[in-house]
């Protein structure tokens, strides 16, 4: 049977690179999604662009395991030298937008959703979700569905890992700041030029260090990434505006780090776009870190945004591929990491759903 879904799961891998699907557009591969559902006799339901089930002896008593991993991919860089939505398979790898992030992981958690879909008797219920929107943090993605679905006691997020387990995650805060000054004209003196005046600013978060520092994911890290003033050449602006965009580790939670960057940060005004993006994690002694461990799976902190940032159960990333893969050109997945991807992923929920 697994041997089967493998087979399975790779062509379906092949149809979804071969099928654009940005963010919010993903409505072509959603029904790839339900084929697959309905040819192996899966009730299923969407919502939006999300297909998502329920194991088939779901019992309200138990607790749930969700397993997720998204469907939509970012543009095709423009480095690519073959046609990222051709699905080809050379030397082992196979290309195409979307093979490592997240399409491996997504085919692999739906083979391993599939194997266990009929099973009874196990000690957690599951629920699976191919969501939309990860790659833009949508509001109609994950996010969207937590409200849909049963209450979420643990997850698997699927994300390029080498199928190791990174057990926290960091979260992300992107401000918008301000840096206000005189308006006027170039040829006239001016003591309150903002831009001459965004410079120690600028400095302030280059050198800026948080006290607190995360045994798993290291230090907040808090880079300025835009700036942006003036519209001609002789008029000196009202203003410069700044974004900043923070890495948060489990050291602190958001509300911490708008609070503190409020209240010392050396700009006229700095606010948060939103704070939902969350960090996340497990502790090393969950039952899933555990049987990770005993197949020889390791532990580490991820620096990169996932369907994680949504979660406020604990939480592990977990797939086949490299993470330095994601959004590269000619991005590939090999063939034998998603076959390991799918034995090591029913291995591991072996140990965990069996009693």
Known sequence: MIKKLTQDAIELLKSLIETPSFSTEED???ALIEH????????FKRRKNNVWSVNKFFDKNKPTLLLNSHHDT?????????????????????????????????????????????KENLTYNLVFVASAEEENSGKNGLNFMLEHIPKIDVAIVGE??????????????VFDATVKGTPGHAAHPNVDNPIYKAIPVLQWFKDFKFEKSSPSLGDVKMTVTQINAGVQHNAIPSEVNIVVDVRVTD???????????????????????????????????????????????????SPTLSDQACLSC????????????????????YIEE??????QYIKLLDKVLKP
């Open 74 to 118: 970012v543009q095709p860089n423009k480095g690519y030298t073959k046609d990222p939505f051709t699905a080809s398979v050379d030397n082992g790898k196979l290309y195409g937008l979307g093979s490592n992030d997240a399409g491996g992981c997504l085919v692999s958690l739906l083979a391993t959703f599939t194997y266990f879909y009929a």
């Open 160 to 173: 390029p890992t080498l199928m190791n387990l990174a057990i926290a995650e960091k979260g992300l805060l």
């Open 28 to 30: 072509q591969t959603a």
């Open 338 to 343: 998603l076959e390991q991807g799918i034995e």
């Open 36 to 43: 697959w559902m309905t040819s192996h006799n899966i009730e």
């Open 251 to 301: 050291a602190y939670d958001n509300e911490e780090i708008v609070e503190l960057l409020q209240e010392k940060s050396p700009c006229d005004q700095i606010i948060p776009r939103s704070t939902r993006l969350n960090s996340s994690g497990i502790s090393k002694d969950h039952a899933l870190v555990l049987a990770g461990l005993s197949l020889g799976m390791s532990t580490y902190g």
């Open 314 to 333: 604990p939480s592990v990333k977990l797939g086949p591929g490299d993470s330095n893969r994601s959004h590269s050109a000619d991005e590939f997945i």
